[in-house]
């Protein structure tokens, strides 16, 4: 009652402070009626004061004559009929109300750090206890509400962090902390709906928590539906199901200590024959079946050691089985196994088992998590996948169904960036290693499978930290090289095409920055891309096209290597096929030849007459390739002779056209302003046919929007 009292006398102070400030406001007034009206008001307020403390008041002043001049000494009334008296008394006023505020705040933040303390110590009721004693200094500290509440919710009072949450709110609506507690607060009480209410109000605060507020959106999805599944469980139970029945008799059965390993591993067959559906996966887990199995003492000592008989690895198998058939399409099983200590102990010791049958069906569990964005996360987050890369592109070189399953594993684990940044860790010293040799292997592989690691260590290219990794690894890139060779092997037809196919794509990856490797293997590799244009296959010539136009942007002598090898030749003929990909690909190739060889220009003017093929390309849809050949064209027109022999063309108009209607199209806009720019320089006929096109006044209204050097 004390606060609500003090909010109220807090609210009528404010009222009388702005009621005061519009006389002050009055009384200052240059004008006399408004003077007078102010004065006026004055005398009723202290009359009013007067009133209230029991004093009679005063008799009204003469207002004929005003007193500008105060006396030394003022009474309270007349000092607060003075202005400057009374804003100095507000000033004054407000000062210590600030000195206090601040002290008060320190105090407050003093006590919230020591909350803190006792928080991270696991001293919840301490937390609380300073959190409310940093509240009586201010109450209106978003930040000691939701630190309370998340003390309270350690103890169990969720109806009490709900509170405290809802008091954070009312001193900032916005505060996404509150709504993220309150959120937490409602799921622990099974309030379904209020929960996602509250993540639900976090996205329309702040649209950046999206990916936090789907995690916690899929968390109360999954333990409402886990709380239907059992209670589903429970009535078949009670009803005397004969499958719920038979799935907790065989639980009691496995917990038999002390058995033959072929007696258990019959046991598990068993039981994963049984549950087959959700009720049944649910009452393998509400009795107690992940601990009846891990805890037993005869499988554990079996998956703790090398297999050494059939039975053990009947054991094995049997019972990655049947975790495979508890978690299929179940999220709850799927999580309570991987927190199981002993299963998140032994899982990836079952991945590099010797055992190919173990493997394959260790394999075949983890894709079940896989699979699924949450599943991944899970993986992630409760076991260490900092070797599995390798250990998966390893199982490329054997002869079975492993190299498949690897690799559709592996398909799904990358999409997950927790799985690329663990990745990291082992890469140079382990995986790359690993990869080199598959490459550089003379046993033919699993070409299908090869195919598909290569394009998955690509596609893991995208982490920017392993990309670097390995295209500063002079090794990888020459194992590329030789692998390129190898499948090619100066055929127009490659007996390993999608291998081919995933290798130039993981080496244009690779050289998507300049670096040292590129640069000192340029020549080479440019070499090996010319040597594929005789491929038959479009998609190879692209990507020939594509590696050769990073590639050159390193060295100025691949350049010239490649131009004396008649590139820009080639480069006319894609361009001319009009492939679209590959055009892309081939303009730039062109561009770069023409900026950094003397040679280049004069070979296209010669191959391309009249530069058609360019002019043409300066209206294409793909900016890129327009911009490219303005760039070609103007270097073109440095060719002696050049320009004359387009006097009898349209060049002009194109050119301007280009240069005032591409202001969407900045690269190309400037290109072809220097190329026209050029252009009549070189010939002055071509500047008497820009003045008859009257293109003077379109490139001036032009060049105060042509974007800056």
């Not at 949450?374 to 993986?379: A, Y």
């Not at 008497?688 to 209204?701: C, P, Q, V």
Request: proline share 3%; net charge neutral.
């Amino acid at each position: 009652m004390s606060g609500r009292r003090e909010e109220r006398d807090l609210q009528g102070f404010l009222r009388d402070v702005d009621e005061v400030a519009a006389l002050i406001e009055g009384l200052r007034s240059t004008d006399p009626a408004v003077q007078e009206k102010a004065m006026a008001a004055t005398e009723k307020r202290l009359g009013s004061v007067s009133d209230k403390e029991g004093k009679k008041p005063k008799p009204k002043a003469d207002r004929t004559i005003i007193n500008t001049q105060p006396s030394p000494r003022l009474s309270s009334q007349e000092e607060a009929m003075n202005p400057d008296g009374f804003l100095a008394a507000l000033e004054r006023d407000a000062q210590e109300r600030g000195a206090r505020r601040r002290e008060n705040e320190a105090s407050a933040n003093a006590l919230r750090e020591k909350g803190n303390e006792a928080f991270s110590r696991g001293d919840y009721a301490s937390a609380v206890q300073n959190y409310t004693e940093g509240l009586k200094k201010r109450k209106d500290l978003p930040a000691l509400y939701t630190n309370r509440a998340q003390a309270y919710m350690k103890l169990q009072s969720y109806e009490k962090a709900i509170d405290d949450c809802s008091w954070a709110l009312r001193c900032d609506e916005k505060c996404t902390k509150a709504l993220f507690h309150m959120g937490r607060a409602y799921l622990a009480k099974q309030h379904f709906q209020q929960a996602r209410d509250c993540y639900q109000k976090i996205l329309e605060v702040d649209s950046r928590k999206e990916k936090l507020c789907k995690a916690r959106l899929h968390e109360i999805d999954l333990e409402e539906k886990r709380l239907q599944q059992e209670e589903r469980a429970s009535e078949d139970l009670k009803s005397g199901k004969l499958t719920a029945v038979a799935v907790q008799e065989m639980l009691q059965k496995l917990s038999k200590p002390d058995q033959d390993p072929l007696y258990y591993a019959g046991g598990l067959r068993l039981l994963t024959d049984l549950v087959q559906a959700c009720t049944e996966q649910t009452l393998f887990r509400t009795n107690g079946g992940f601990g009846v199995i891990s805890d037993n003492r005869v499988i554990e000592w079996v998956l703790s050691n090398k297999i050494n008989s059939p039975a053990e690895l009947e054991l094995v198998c049997s019972l990655l089985l049947l975790w495979q058939a508890v978690c299929k399409g179940n999220e709850e099983n799927q999580r309570l196994l991987l927190t199981h200590p002993s299963v998140n102990a032994h899982l990836p010791a079952l991945l590099c088992s010797e055992a190919p049958e173990v493997q394959e069906e260790c394999m075949a569990l983890l894709l079940l998590y896989a699979e699924r964005e949450h599943g991944r996360i899970l993986l992630t987050r409760h076991l260490n996948t900092t070797k599995w890369l390798q250990t998966l592109i390893s199982l490329v070189k054997v002869a079975d169904s492993r190299a498949e399953s690897a690799m559709n594993l592996l398909t799904h684990l990358i999409l997950e960036e927790n799985f690329k940044t663990q990745c990291r860790i082992k890469l140079s010293t382990e995986t790359l290693p690993i990869f080199i040799q598959l490459l550089s292997s003379s046993k033919r592989l699993n070409e299908a499978a090869l195919s598909r690691c290569i394009a998955l260590m690509g596609d893991l290219c995208s982490d920017v930290f392993i990309r670097v990794q390995m295209m500063e690894n002079p090794e990888c890139w020459q194992a590329c090289l030789s692998f390129v060779n190898h499948c090619w092997n100066g055929s127009s037809v490659s007996r390993y095409t999608e291998s081919l196919l995933a290798i130039l794509g993981l080496m244009m990856n690779l050289s998507l920055e300049p670096n040292s490797v590129v640069e000192e293997l340029a020549e080479e590799i440019c070499d090996t891309c010319m040597s594929l244009f005789s491929s038959l296959d479009g998609r190879i010539i692209t990507r020939a096209v594509g590696l050769l136009s990073h590639v050159l942007l390193a060295s100025r002598e691949a350049v010239e290597e490649a131009v004396r090898r008649d590139v820009v030749k080639k480069m006319i003929q894609f361009l001319k096929a009009g492939w679209q990909t590959t055009m892309d690909y081939a303009m730039k190739v062109l561009a770069t030849c023409a900026k950094n060889s003397r040679l280049a220009p004069m070979q296209i003017v010669k191959l391309d007459r009249k530069c058609s093929l360019l002019l043409k390309l300066l209206s294409w849809s793909n900016e890129a390739v327009a911009g490219n050949a303005a760039f070609c064209l103007e270097k073109c027109l440095g060719v002696p002779g050049a320009a004359t022999t387009l006097l009898d063309t349209d060049v002009v108009r194109i050119l301007l056209r280009a240069t005032t209607r591409n202001a969407q199209r900045p690269y190309v806009q400037e290109n072809a302003a220097i190329a026209l720019g050029k252009l009549c320089a070189a010939d002055a006929r071509h500047m008497s046919r820009l003045r008859e096109l009257n293109g003077m006044a379109a490139l001036s209204a032009t060049a105060g929007k042509m974007p800056g050097p």
